[in-house]
């Protein structure tokens, strides 16, 4: 039962017509007048000295308004560990790397300016794999570190020793996990303007507005408050979009140099060479567990590929060591990962951050343990499960756990499947379990987001809120809430999406699946206050209770010293950023789910079906069914890609896949029957109950088809995508 | 002596450079992915019956995406008197009504289009006279109003008999002011665009975005909440965008029939023949004194042309009366005005909105009896003049008032000019004064304004504000205001001028020179709550009392349980809408000013020259000075085109100086020694003691300009633009 009227409705999106007819405005559809554009000049080598940029070529190209090369910039360096620019101008590190950038009338004229740029380099000795890289005598690519290890994680609790030391059965095993491409289908772009009192205007599909605009002022040296961030439609994110890239202080700097408006679009080739992408990463784990099914120690020690320049990617271990140190009850555990620089793309996040790539070893080791055990995985996994109102040893304080009940809901619904008509067909079932946050990951001092709600004369709700939509269904969301909360229907509340960061209130960002529990919270408590707003003028001006919305703000407003409902919210969750051994209680609320997966594999081919998915999630509470079921089948269908077909190719730091052709990202013949299940478990914390459910889907479907792979055949894969070649090598050498 | 740190400081307006370098955008400047262009085919006969309107031609153009005609629209009507609509089905009242329009590709084809429409018109029998219009047996325009009278306003005070009775002198007279065009240099346009959701985004550059908003539903059909209106930069107002016209609707309903954005631009003919016009006035006048100077009794009756629909042309008695009630002690007045439709193009609001009629009769009588009384013009107003803290007759409460000052400003800086050498050239000085509103003008249920204020972490102060700037420096005053209230220098501030109606707080409009007082009450508000917010924060923190703002607001913001600084005030003034008796206290402050000219005429051509003007005003207090003398300077220059160049010529309903080559307004050379004055009186009421200034400044010129031309030839000039032929013809009647 539900007993709300607009939260739990399977209300559609809001700008799904939009989206759907062509009326939403990307930063492609953007036209400003007098607006050039811009192209960037890269490196073609993935390491080496610049010694030199002769950009006179380029102004030789007719149209051409503006040409800049890093000695014509600041030298600013900027990033987490402060090792990325603009324009490199000592250095190249990757294939990609800007050497300069051209503005011109239009982009044919800036790339053929930039072919005429000529540029002397210097090759030095690269290095592309992340093992290699931690090796003695490998080039190291910043020397300043002396080293190419970027930082070590560590993390342990109880007494690992004693727990492998008893351990009737103990797995052991390699996991080896590639770069992912995010592939939004809207690729970078930016669109930078400068005004005559020198503020600076950028239209910038970012996940994170109100970062960029302090960053981006660190970038260019100008103060943040001389920058005004606005996003236009988001083409994608899943995490692509969640740090200050070189795009978006060039295009800044091609504007005030050109004095005009100055659009970078990065083509699919850029997209595919220079975007960041999932880390590669190498994952050694060992698990132990007792002869009663009871685990008893955890050990891993992961590498993690930085790319060229340290961004988000370098960051996952944080959210490895929260899944490694609370998911399921394991009273001992060890945790090492080391960040690396390597002569490649640039690593980021992406939908998971770090966790689809440490439970596909987790979770293939539970179900090895399990079989050890000759345990039910489920049954197995149930006797380890977390329950509510329980705080691990990582310093998890988990409240709402609907953990047995997704466990429950797969077992009742995984069926074996019958035995192939085809010989050389297999068929198997497998299952992974996911642990993950709900109510936002404080990486930053602030996981706060403000809200505003206006209602005016007409009894429209206007929110305006600092978070960014990036396709996720916010704006629904929010307004569904607001709907809620005001007690009006969801058609009367707009959202105003994605506005200009003058204007909004502050945000962290999109990311950690934060922005239902962590935005709804501010949208609802800032409708709860201008509810009471309406209600305290109802009761002074005399109104019946029954009187509508838009009446009593009229009467308020026009009466004598009448007033508006506008009402304002900041909400930032009770929680704590890790400590220095990286325990803490980073959450306010977690999330658990269980994928059960039906796969067929061609034992001729290597061929793996994924032919039916139950994918189970305590979401607290579905602010819209509807929206849940598509985070659960855009999630699934990307762990898809993630298991079977995605991964960069490199040949000497060169991507040989960069394109949709190549790149095999799955389509609609690869989707499975997914059978979402939203087990509702009323978070304390969350918005009407509601906890965050926007990256759990994907995490853990690697494993669950890697096991399934092993229930049909007998091979454990522990390498990623599990194309066919690699199956078909596995099941050859096993027979 | 300033206390103030920005208020009182002459900052230049924040928008200067990104006007004189182009980059402000305008409705002219924008263009959405997909833009269509509109031309409407408008009626040339100025009365008559519509027959047909065949639109089967348009469609035979290339690249027409949309044709209308009244039968393809819903029929609906609005405005003042509900007696007009986008397209005119059954008659047409003037020439220029909308018959038809056209959505293509361009504006060419457009045209192209609306030229290929065939329509049938029955003439009618034409009125253009408002005299003859009131007449029996004229046309009538409106059959259901039964003839052509719109409406009569009436006022009284006193006994006029006796005041008349007791006189020892009268003057009487007829008085005659012509339609003046706003001349905008920005034209009337807008743009419209549908969302998915059916919900209208219109780019308009109204000078009422939420009467709009609410008149447009009316127009269209819709529910108001489904539709936001922006407003680019807009590129002059002066009243010529205070209501709803048809092209804001015609462009909607195209750009939905279109099913893409669509923009309609007017041509400067457009301008001259179709947007709204300062109304045709005849003012018959009488004004009687005591031998000792003191007023008696006045008495008027007023003719005003609405032009063929009603829009505020007809709401200008209003503040005849308002002046006709209160100006000066007179112990008896009586005014009636009636408002007539003519088959001429409608008239509206204009600067002074009334005022500059009324005075230009009321103040060539005060000059009048002055000389019949052979008392000086300065000492028989100041004898008469309204004192602080008096309530009018008419109901006006007056608290500060700078009457008397404004006068002996003037009358200590005007010289009596020596004789010219030339023995043709007569020179001579007038003066005139003024009383307007200067706190709002309630002629709507609210006069209010809302405001909110957001500080960031970087110390940056952003105010959303209801009000609109039309050029006026709203964004500047704004800006300097919320900066001395929250003591941080003007650049900390960011003011989001004209912004999306769904964000912004309400407000009425920019009209009435009410935007510093009314919004600048509103944004003080919030600014003073928002500094409370950061002062109690600072507190809280246990940080010094010159902890920076930036820093406070970052250690709020990142605290546990932090908080966002964001404040939200609404302001609508103690005043009260006139009661059925035309009395009443409509505005919380009243101006006062006085110009004294110096004239030059040549006696041979008729033609006069104004050498200077002092120009006094009761400021209260000058927000910005530099503005302050702008807003006089600019309604000096606007007042001698209104008195010497300025008039709409007709011939048969068509304007036949209907461009700037013809239609004469005031240049550089026509530009006198121009000296503001500013009166700071310091009201109570007022944002840092500030009054409203955009209107009187034009109020005055025209009589204060006859009454130097008497001084200098003996002549009185009763009708304007006192051109050389009528003031040739008036000397030489003279001889």
Chains 1, 2 share one sequence.
Request: one cysteine or more.
């Amino acid at each position: 039962m539900n007993e709300y009227r607009s939260v739990g409705q399977r209300v559609p999106k809001l700008d799904a017509a939009d989206k759907a007819t062509g009326k939403a405005r990307y930063v492609q559809d953007l036209r400003l007048p007098g607006m050039l554009e811009a192209a960037v000049l890269r490196s073609r080598v993935p390491h080496g000295r610049i010694v030199s940029v002769d950009v006179s070529g380029a102004w030789q190209v007719p149209g051409v308004r503006a040409v800049l090369a890093a000695k014509d910039i600041p030298a600013r360096r900027w990033g987490y560990a402060k090792d990325t620019s603009a324009l490199k101008g000592d250095r190249v590190r990757r294939i990609g790397d800007e050497l300069a950038a051209v503005a011109a009338v239009n982009v044919e004229a800036a790339v053929e300016a930039c072919a005429r740029i000529k540029v002397e380099i210097e090759a030095l000795p690269a290095v592309f794999d992340m093992e290699e890289a931690l090796a003695a005598g490998a080039p190291v690519l910043h020397e300043e570190r002396g080293s190419n290890l970027v930082q070590t994680h560590l993390y342990e609790h109880g007494d690992v020793k004693a727990g492998f030391a008893k351990a009737a059965k103990v797995v052991e095993g390699l996991f080896r996990l590639p770069a992912q491409q995010h592939g939004c289908l809207g690729p970078a772009g930016a669109v930078a303007e400068w005004d005559g009192n020198g503020r600076l205007t950028i239209y910038d599909p970012t996940q994170i507005p109100f970062l960029v605009q302090r960053d981006l002022a660190e970038a260019l040296g100008v103060a943040p408050a001389e920058i005004r961030l606005v996003q236009p439609c988001i083409g994608g994110g899943f995490g692509a979009r969640l740090d200050l890239y070189p795009h978006e202080a060039i295009v800044a700097l091609l504007a005030r140099k050109a004095n005009a408006p100055v659009r970078i679009l990065f083509s699919r080739d850029e997209d595919f060479q220079t975007d960041p992408v999932r880390p590669r990463t190498v994952v050694r784990m060992k698990t132990a567990a007792a002869a009663d099914g009871t685990l008893l120690a955890r050990e891993a020690d992961v590498v993690v590929d930085c790319g060229a320049y340290v961004s988000w990617g370098a960051m996952t271990p944080v959210v490895m060591v929260n899944t490694f140190g609370s998911f399921y009850r394991c009273p001992a555990a060890k945790f090492r990962a080391r960040t690396v620089t390597t002569n490649t793309q640039p690593t980021g996040a992406f939908r998971g951050f770090g966790n689809p790539e440490l439970l596909f070893a987790l979770e293939s080791q539970m179900d090895e343990l399990a079989r050890e055990l000759r345990m039910d995985p489920i049954e197995f996994r149930l006797k380890n499960a977390n329950s509510p109102e329980e705080t691990t040893p990582g310093g998890a304080r988990i409240t709402s756990c609907g953990f047995r009940e997704v466990l429950e809901a797969v077992r009742k619904r995984l069926r074996r499947p019958a035995k192939s008509p085809d010989a050389h067909v297999a068929r198997g079932t497998g299952v992974a379990a996911v642990f993950h946050v709900g109510g936002g990951a404080r990486i930053y001092r602030s996981d706060g987001c403000g809200a505003t709600v206006k209602v005016d004369d007409f009894g429209k709700v206007t929110v305006v809120v600092g978070a960014t939509d990036i396709g996720q269904g916010m704006e629904t969301a929010m307004a569904q809430i607001a709907a809620e909360e005001m007690d009006v229907p969801v058609s009367a509340v707009r959202v105003a999406t994605n506005a200009d960061t003058d204007i909004r209130p502050w945000d962290v960002g999109v990311h950690a699946s934060r922005t239902t529990f962590i935005a709804g919270n501010a949208v609802r408590l800032a409708a709860r206050d201008a509810k009471k707003q309406v209600e305290d003028a109802r009761r002074t001006l005399g109104l019946p209770a029954d009187a509508p919305l838009d009446k009593v703000v009229r009467s308020e407003h026009f009466r004598q010293k009448g007033r508006l409902i506008h009402a304002s919210a900041y909400y930032d969750p009770p929680t704590a950023m890790a400590d220095k051994t990286n325990h803490g209680n980073v959450s306010a609320a977690y999330t658990w789910g269980c994928h059960g997966v039906e796969v067929e594999v061609d034992l001729e081919t290597g061929k793996v079906d994924v032919k039916r998915v139950i994918a189970a999630h305590d979401v607290g509470r579905a602010i819209n069914p509807m929206h849940a079921e598509g985070q659960i089948e855009g999630g699934v269908l990307q762990g898809i890609g993630y298991a079977l077909f995605e991964e960069c190719v490199l040949k000497d730091g060169r991507i040989q896949n960069g394109h949709f052709l190549d790149y095999r990202m799955p389509g609609p013949r690869d989707m499975p029957e997914i059978v979402p299940v939203l087990v509702e478990t009323d978070d304390p914390e969350g918005p009407f109950g509601a906890k965050g459910l926007g990256e759990a889907p994907i995490v853990p479907v690697a494993a669950a088809v890697a096991n399934a792979i092993f229930d049909a055949t007998g091979v454990r894969l522990r390498e990623l995508p599990m194309i066919p070649e690699r199956v078909w090598r596995a099941v050859r050498g096993n027979r």
